[in-house]
């Protein structure tokens, strides 16, 4: 029997031939997430993640880059990263950003085109726009985010990007790549022109229902990401003027992506100022809802592609690179940036809680704090964000550092004092629970320095309820190491009761206090947190405020390169109930990148739990970070 609607497929194929391939459609089944992660040095580089459903992605290759920026960059690094499969599902393009912000600032004047037939290996091409194109654009001062669309009317791949000049708008252009895609062939010429001339980047087409809609950022003015439509590929946008995000943050770096087998559309943005992504749903790319509660990320994106891949694409990928989850143990102990960690154990809800600083941002600009519960001190569970300046703090919306704990027992139930840094002074926050929501006092309680201190901050408080005397000491100091009795009330204190009680030249800060067989312990920061030196040192007292005993070999914890792990501090202490069992909470640069981060690694740190023991006169022993983290029976 004649197979008629195989030999018009034939037929059609053999007629469009020298137009494209006639290949099966590839069966995308999986995600591809191509981002980079920050402005400081190791951050601009190419990273990758995967996704089964388009929600829940998975960092690969321990989190390190998967192209060398060395090999491809001329500047040192690479932005913005945008993926595309090529027409005939064949091959890959990829586009970057050439830009290195810790020398360059956000001056830079190349792209970089790259090719791959597998995406694990890339070649790729340096393209400097000013030598290429002298006459027009050789005073060009940025060339930001590129990406790619195949023109199928021009039977070529367009590329498309935003320029600037000095003192003028940043402007959409385009222009083809040649047919290795190594290089453009044609003049960069104005791809929008916005009605009253403004700027505009980050550029993201995707054609719908016979429409190009070009989603950008609206650089310099407004607050974030508008479109434009038009029914040609190279001309024609108007501009829809309402803005499309969902948030009142600042955003950036849209991504507009189709739903395997699906009808939805997702558009997703970097929200840079807070170091977090939005992902927003829409069937009709003109109303959109935030989904945040349905994604997970094991990772901080930034500006990044999602890419539709098939399930054998998926498997390369992983069989290549691998899950970073899966070469990662017990440490760390939450997924994502946190630092400065307390720690509580909660007679209430019986369980742990770890409260530490929301990090990974910029010049530690975080402005919110978040919880985590867990019944065993291994698997940590995301509560709540509990405390947010500039939504609950009336005195402060930046700097939300280093917080402290304590749970308080009453004849109606159980009170959360919730002491924290924000502007460089020092909080209280309450709360009947320990996930929040916590109310704010309405004024710092710590906001000057102690009679005869002229150095240093008021960061870093810790509450310690002495079981001795039943009398709460408050603690704090950046430089100096100051300690005072709080009130019943547990908001206030006399200032002629503070003690100022600093061990020796080695403290900086992050002091923890706890009781233990009849003293007190006192842990304290060594040297920066941006330094890989960064460690712990402690002393010991009869008295909750002194004076101290400082031990012969008091350096505790430090970092361990044989292991890729630096910068070992800031940390609180556990006691496990009915046990003499102690656990120290600590924070250190992410592994393996941080060492190679520079200053940027002391705002991109991780949280780890190791046991700590004594000796049998009750001297700390040195502790081995690890990797693999405790084991609680």
Partial sequence: ?????????????????????????????????????????????????ISDDGFNYRALNNYLPIIDN????????????????????????????????????????????LKSDDLVNWTHSNIHIPTVFPEKFGEVRRVWAPQTIYDSKAGKYMVYWSMQFEGEADI?????????????????????FHPEGKSCIDGDIIFQDGKYHLFFKTEGHGNGLKKAVSDKLTEGYEMQDKYLQQTKEAVEGSGIFKLNDSDKFILMYDVYMKGSYQFTESTDLENFTVIDEQISMDFHPRHGSVLPI??????????????????????????????DPEIIYSEKEQKYFLYPT????????????????????????????????????????????????????????????????????????????????????????????????????????????????????????????AAVPLNDDLKSFDKKKITVMTPDQTFREGVEVFFRNGKYYFLWSEDDTRSENYRVRYAVSDSPVGPLEIPENNLILSKNPKLGIYGTGHN??????????????????????????????????????????????????????????????
């Fill in 310 to 339: 098939s399930l054998e694409e998926k498997e390369r990928l992983i069989k290549e690179f691998g899950y970073a989850d899966e070469v990662v143990s017990g440490n760390p102990v939450l997924k994502g940036y946190y630092a």
């Fill in 572 to 633: 609180s202490v556990i006691n496990v109930k009915d046990t003499d069992d102690w656990m120290i909470v600590y924070h250190r640069f992410k592994r393996p990148e941080g060492i190679r981060m520079g200053q940027s690694a002391g705002f991109h740190r991780e949280v780890c739990i190791d046991k700590m023991e004594f000796d049998e006169n009750g001297y700390i022993l040195k502790i081995e970070p690890t990797l693999d983290g405790i084991i609680i029976n």
């Fill in 70 to 113: 060395d090999v491809i960059s001329k500047q040192g690094g690479v932005r913005d990263p945008h993926i595309l499969r090529s027409d005939d599902g064949k091959s890959f393009f990829m586009v970057l950003t050439d830009l290195y912000v810790p020398n360059d600032g956000w001056t830079n004047e190349s792209m970089i085109l």
């Fill in 358 to 481: 929301s990090d990974g941002y910029d010049g530690w600009s975080g402005t919110y704090f978040k919880t985590f519960s867990s019944v065993n001190l291994r698997d940590w569970k995301e509560e709540a964000v509990i405390l947010d300046l500039k939504k609950d703090v009336s005195w402060s919306d930046r700097n939300a550092w280093a917080p402290t704990m304590i749970e308080v027992k009453k004849e109606d139930g159980y009170e959360y004092f919730y002491y924290f840094t924000a502007s460089q002074k020092i909080g209280v926050a309450t709360s009947d629970s320990p996930s929040g929501p916590f109310t704010d006092s309405g004024k710092p309680l710590v906001d000057s320095k102690p009679d005869g201190v002229s150095g240093g901050q008021e960061i870093d408080p810790d509450i310690f309820k002495d079981p001795q005397s039943d009398i709460t000491y408050l603690y704090w100091g950046n430089g100096y190491l």
């Fill in 172 to 192: 959409i252009y385009y222009a083809y790549a040649n047919s290795d895609f190594t290089a453009l062939e044609t003049e960069p010429q104005q791809l929008f």
């Fill in 1 to 49: 029997m004649i197979n008629y609607k195989n030999l018009l497929f034939s037929f059609l194929c053999a007629c469009i031939l020298t137009l494209n391939s006639c290949s099966e459609p590839v069966k995308t089944e999986a995600y591809l997430f191509a981002y980079f992660i920050g402005n400081g040095p190791g951050q601009e580089a190419v990273h990758y993640a």
